[in-house]
């Protein structure tokens, strides 16, 4: 009989055909504001955990230091803003989308986010009582959309210094 690793261990994952890893995926500076096709395409049978950005060095001279990441629009289920929706690139590190919330005022409410709605539901709050909003994140199922194709879009046309890559944490199922 075959002894078998723990639970957590990567071994019985692979063992049951599924494979977690990292997509880094280089962003090329373009002197425009039209989505980016990466030439990368997400697994048929994936579930994405996480999108992020790896800025290693910020862009100072784009008017708008925003990056989106998504999907093809062009193939069916795309949305070009579905994993990061104009996430700033201004400053150095990882970045991760999120919700932003304005604690100021009569309550603490949800004012907006920078994760698309591949990774979640979004529904902004009203300063007044009982408004806060909701903002539930989730995973992507690659399959639930035929769209495969990864993408960025520049905020600007300007954009000069920007070195930074896209990170995307799949579980594969094989």
């Known amino acids: 009989m ?3 690793k723990g639970v957590g261990s990567i071994e019985y994952f692979r063992q049951r055909g599924i494979v977690s890893r990292v997509l880094r995926i280089p962003i090329p500076i373009v002197a425009s504001t039209a989505v980016q096709d990466t030439g990368i395409n997400l697994p048929a049978k994936a579930l994405v955990r996480e999108v992020l950005l ?3 060095t910020a862009e100072a001279t784009g008017g708008t230091k925003t990056v989106d990441v998504g999907l093809l629009a062009s193939e069916s289920g795309g949305d070009e803003d579905g994993f990061i929706d104009g996430i700033s690139v201004s400053a150095t590190g990882i970045k991760q989308p999120r919700a932003v919330v304005d604690a ?10 920078t994760r698309g709605a591949f990774m979640a539901t979004f529904v902004a709050g009203a300063e007044s009582a009982g408004d806060v909003g909701t903002h539930f994140e989730f995973d992507h199922l690659t399959d ?15 954009f000069a210094e920007l070195d930074a890559d896209i990170l995307i944490k799949i579980d594969e199922f094989e």
């Open 2 to 4: 075959r002894k078998e």
């Open 144 to 158: 639930s959309v035929t769209s495969k194709s990864i993408t960025y879009t520049l905020g600007d046309t300007d």
């Open 54 to 56: 790896d800025v290693r």
């Open 104 to 113: 100021g005022g009569t309550e603490a409410e949800f004012t907006s986010t």
